[in-house]
Protein backbone atom coordinates (compact mmCIF):
# COMPACT_ATOMS: atom_id res chain seq x y z
CA UNK A 1 0.00 0.00 0.00
CA UNK A 2 0.71 3.67 0.22
CA UNK A 3 0.63 6.18 3.49
CA UNK A 4 0.86 9.48 2.80
CA UNK A 5 1.30 12.41 5.18
CA UNK A 6 -0.04 16.18 4.83
CA UNK A 7 0.66 19.07 6.57
CA UNK A 8 -0.66 21.33 8.10
CA UNK A 9 -4.07 20.19 8.98
CA UNK A 10 -5.26 23.71 9.28
CA UNK A 11 -4.03 27.35 7.41
CA UNK A 12 -5.22 30.66 7.21
CA UNK A 13 -3.98 33.33 5.25
CA UNK A 14 -4.66 36.80 4.28
CA UNK A 15 -6.71 36.88 1.29
CA UNK A 16 -4.31 38.09 -1.57
CA UNK A 17 -1.93 36.31 0.20
CA UNK A 18 -0.13 32.55 -1.01
CA UNK A 19 -1.40 29.15 0.59
CA UNK A 20 1.32 26.11 0.58
CA UNK A 21 0.62 22.36 1.80
CA UNK A 22 2.83 19.76 1.77
CA UNK A 23 2.57 16.09 1.30
CA UNK A 24 5.13 13.42 1.96
CA UNK A 25 4.06 9.81 0.43
CA UNK A 26 6.45 6.13 0.97
CA UNK A 27 6.01 4.14 -1.99
CA UNK A 28 8.72 4.92 -4.53
CA UNK A 29 6.58 3.10 -6.98
CA UNK A 30 3.87 6.02 -6.52
CA UNK A 31 3.47 8.01 -9.81
CA UNK A 32 0.23 9.90 -9.88
CA UNK A 33 -0.15 12.54 -7.19
CA UNK A 34 -3.46 14.51 -7.65
CA UNK A 35 -4.74 17.22 -5.43
CA UNK A 36 -8.96 17.89 -4.54
CA UNK A 37 -10.69 20.43 -2.47
CA UNK A 38 -13.60 19.34 -0.91
CA UNK A 39 -16.76 21.76 0.29
CA UNK A 40 -18.67 20.79 2.76
CA UNK A 41 -21.30 18.18 2.05
CA UNK A 42 -19.83 17.52 -1.26
CA UNK A 43 -17.86 15.28 -3.21
CA UNK A 44 -13.67 15.66 -3.87
CA UNK A 45 -13.15 17.50 -6.92
CA UNK A 46 -9.80 17.69 -8.97
CA UNK A 47 -8.05 20.90 -8.77
CA UNK A 48 -4.32 19.71 -10.40
CA UNK A 49 -2.63 16.76 -10.69
CA UNK A 50 1.23 15.69 -11.42
CA UNK A 51 2.77 12.65 -12.96
CA UNK A 52 6.13 11.63 -11.91
CA UNK A 53 7.71 12.49 -15.20
CA UNK A 54 7.10 16.15 -14.63
CA UNK A 55 8.77 18.08 -11.28
CA UNK A 56 6.13 21.04 -11.59
CA UNK A 57 3.06 21.96 -12.94
CA UNK A 58 0.73 24.82 -13.08
CA UNK A 59 -2.51 26.19 -13.69
CA UNK A 60 -3.53 29.83 -13.41
CA UNK A 61 -3.33 30.40 -9.70
CA UNK A 62 -2.41 27.03 -8.93
CA UNK A 63 0.55 24.58 -8.97
CA UNK A 64 2.18 21.55 -8.10
CA UNK A 65 5.60 20.94 -7.04
CA UNK A 66 7.04 17.35 -7.20
CA UNK A 67 10.38 16.02 -5.57
CA UNK A 68 10.94 12.27 -6.37
CA UNK A 69 13.93 11.46 -4.65
CA UNK A 70 12.55 13.34 -1.28
CA UNK A 71 9.02 11.42 -1.35
CA UNK A 72 7.21 15.05 -1.26
CA UNK A 73 5.10 16.81 -3.26
CA UNK A 74 3.51 20.29 -2.85
CA UNK A 75 0.13 22.75 -3.66
CA UNK A 76 0.57 26.46 -4.02
CA UNK A 77 -1.99 28.76 -4.36
CA UNK A 78 -1.45 32.01 -4.98
CA UNK A 79 -3.41 35.22 -4.91
CA UNK A 80 -5.95 33.08 -2.68
CA UNK A 81 -9.75 34.37 -2.98
CA UNK A 82 -12.82 33.99 -0.33
CA UNK A 83 -13.59 31.08 -2.46
CA UNK A 84 -10.45 28.91 -2.17
CA UNK A 85 -12.00 27.99 1.25
CA UNK A 86 -12.08 24.71 1.84
CA UNK A 87 -10.72 21.58 2.51
CA UNK A 88 -8.04 20.59 0.30
CA UNK A 89 -7.04 16.66 0.12
CA UNK A 90 -3.68 15.41 -1.71
CA UNK A 91 -3.03 11.98 -2.69
CA UNK A 92 -0.61 9.18 -3.91
CA UNK A 93 -1.32 6.35 -6.15
CA UNK A 94 -0.26 2.95 -5.90
CA UNK A 95 -1.02 -0.26 -7.73
CA UNK A 96 -2.67 -3.44 -6.69
CA UNK A 97 -5.03 -6.31 -8.54
CA UNK A 98 -4.15 -4.56 -11.62
CA UNK A 99 -5.93 -1.09 -10.39
CA UNK A 100 -4.49 2.15 -9.52
CA UNK A 101 -5.61 3.22 -6.65
CA UNK A 102 -5.36 6.15 -4.41
CA UNK A 103 -4.12 7.21 -0.43
CA UNK A 104 -6.04 10.37 0.89
CA UNK A 105 -4.15 12.79 2.79
CA UNK A 106 -5.55 13.51 6.17
CA UNK A 107 -6.41 16.69 4.66
CA UNK A 108 -5.99 20.79 5.57
CA UNK A 109 -8.71 23.29 5.98
CA UNK A 110 -7.82 26.59 4.73
CA UNK A 111 -9.65 29.25 5.38
CA UNK A 112 -8.93 32.57 3.86
CA UNK A 113 -9.73 35.96 5.89
CA UNK A 114 -10.97 38.36 3.60
CA UNK B 1 -14.31 17.01 -17.03
CA UNK B 2 -16.32 13.50 -16.50
CA UNK B 3 -19.46 13.59 -14.32
CA UNK B 4 -20.32 11.20 -11.75
CA UNK B 5 -23.19 11.08 -10.01
CA UNK B 6 -24.35 9.48 -6.97
CA UNK B 7 -28.50 8.29 -5.78
CA UNK B 8 -29.51 8.87 -3.07
CA UNK B 9 -27.81 12.40 -1.98
CA UNK B 10 -28.60 11.27 1.64
CA UNK B 11 -30.51 8.23 3.30
CA UNK B 12 -31.79 7.54 6.51
CA UNK B 13 -32.65 4.44 7.85
CA UNK B 14 -33.06 1.94 10.97
CA UNK B 15 -30.43 -0.34 12.59
CA UNK B 16 -30.43 -3.47 10.76
CA UNK B 17 -31.81 -2.50 7.13
CA UNK B 18 -30.27 -2.55 3.99
CA UNK B 19 -29.09 0.48 1.93
CA UNK B 20 -28.88 0.47 -1.45
CA UNK B 21 -26.40 3.33 -3.32
CA UNK B 22 -26.12 3.93 -6.89
CA UNK B 23 -22.83 5.91 -9.17
CA UNK B 24 -23.39 6.37 -12.29
CA UNK B 25 -20.55 7.32 -14.83
CA UNK B 26 -22.68 9.59 -16.80
CA UNK B 27 -20.66 10.69 -19.85
CA UNK B 28 -18.15 7.98 -20.21
CA UNK B 29 -17.22 4.64 -19.45
CA UNK B 30 -16.01 2.82 -16.40
CA UNK B 31 -14.73 -0.60 -16.05
CA UNK B 32 -13.44 0.52 -12.47
CA UNK B 33 -15.09 2.03 -9.93
CA UNK B 34 -14.13 3.29 -6.32
CA UNK B 35 -15.50 3.50 -3.20
CA UNK B 36 -14.35 5.49 -0.25
CA UNK B 37 -15.70 6.19 2.88
CA UNK B 38 -15.47 9.36 4.59
CA UNK B 39 -16.11 10.04 8.63
CA UNK B 40 -16.78 13.89 9.77
CA UNK B 41 -13.74 15.72 9.88
CA UNK B 42 -11.55 12.57 8.34
CA UNK B 43 -9.79 12.08 5.13
CA UNK B 44 -11.54 9.19 2.60
CA UNK B 45 -10.81 6.06 2.58
CA UNK B 46 -10.86 3.04 -0.31
CA UNK B 47 -13.31 0.70 0.60
CA UNK B 48 -13.52 -1.24 -2.60
CA UNK B 49 -12.59 -1.27 -6.04
CA UNK B 50 -15.51 -2.46 -8.19
CA UNK B 51 -14.36 -4.12 -11.41
CA UNK B 52 -17.41 -4.56 -14.63
CA UNK B 53 -17.86 -8.16 -15.00
CA UNK B 54 -15.96 -9.51 -12.13
CA UNK B 55 -15.77 -9.73 -8.34
CA UNK B 56 -15.02 -6.73 -6.00
CA UNK B 57 -11.73 -5.99 -4.76
CA UNK B 58 -11.82 -5.11 -0.50
CA UNK B 59 -9.50 -3.70 1.38
CA UNK B 60 -7.84 -4.86 4.75
CA UNK B 61 -10.91 -4.40 7.45
CA UNK B 62 -13.77 -4.05 5.18
CA UNK B 63 -16.24 -6.85 5.34
CA UNK B 64 -17.38 -7.91 2.00
CA UNK B 65 -20.41 -9.69 3.05
CA UNK B 66 -21.50 -6.09 4.56
CA UNK B 67 -20.66 -4.02 1.73
CA UNK B 68 -22.12 -6.00 -1.08
CA UNK B 69 -20.60 -3.87 -4.47
CA UNK B 70 -21.84 -5.23 -7.88
CA UNK B 71 -21.12 -3.17 -11.44
CA UNK B 72 -22.89 -4.91 -13.55
CA UNK B 73 -22.55 -2.64 -16.48
CA UNK B 74 -19.95 0.02 -17.74
CA UNK B 75 -21.72 2.85 -16.18
CA UNK B 76 -23.05 1.91 -12.99
CA UNK B 77 -21.84 0.11 -9.53
CA UNK B 78 -23.93 -0.03 -6.68
CA UNK B 79 -22.96 -0.43 -3.11
CA UNK B 80 -25.36 -2.31 -0.06
CA UNK B 81 -24.69 -1.47 2.85
CA UNK B 82 -26.22 -4.64 4.77
CA UNK B 83 -27.66 -4.69 8.11
CA UNK B 84 -26.89 -1.45 8.44
CA UNK B 85 -25.71 -0.53 11.88
CA UNK B 86 -25.36 3.37 13.94
CA UNK B 87 -21.57 3.08 13.36
CA UNK B 88 -21.79 2.52 9.28
CA UNK B 89 -23.28 6.20 9.65
CA UNK B 90 -20.79 7.60 7.30
CA UNK B 91 -20.31 9.84 4.12
CA UNK B 92 -20.02 7.19 1.19
CA UNK B 93 -18.32 8.08 -1.56
CA UNK B 94 -17.85 6.61 -5.30
CA UNK B 95 -15.27 7.86 -8.07
CA UNK B 96 -14.33 6.78 -11.67
CA UNK B 97 -12.45 7.03 -14.62
CA UNK B 98 -8.97 6.25 -15.93
CA UNK B 99 -5.94 8.37 -16.23
CA UNK B 100 -8.06 10.91 -13.55
CA UNK B 101 -10.57 9.89 -10.77
CA UNK B 102 -13.47 11.97 -11.00
CA UNK B 103 -16.07 11.76 -7.39
CA UNK B 104 -19.28 11.72 -7.11
CA UNK B 105 -20.78 14.09 -5.14
CA UNK B 106 -21.66 11.17 -1.80
CA UNK B 107 -24.28 9.76 -0.18
CA UNK B 108 -25.32 10.49 3.60
CA UNK B 109 -26.27 7.54 5.60
CA UNK B 110 -27.70 7.93 9.08
CA UNK B 111 -28.37 4.81 10.66
CA UNK B 112 -30.81 5.35 13.26
Known amino acids: GENVEQHPSTLSVQEGDSAVIKCTYS??????FPWYKQELGKGPQLIID?????GEKKDQRIAVTLNKTAKHFSLHITETQPEDSAVYFC?????????????FGTGTRLTIIP | GAVVSQHPSRVICKSGTSVKIECRSL??????MFWYRQFPKQSLMLMAT?????????EQGVEKDKFLINHASLTLSTLTVTSAHPEDSSFYIC????????FGPGTRLTVL
Open chain 1, 27 to 32: DSASNY
Open chain 2, 95 to 102: SAGEDEQF
Open chain 2, 50 to 58: SNEGSKATY
Open chain 2, 27 to 32: DFQATT
Open chain 1, 50 to 54: IRSNV
Open chain 1, 91 to 103: AASWWSFGNEKLT
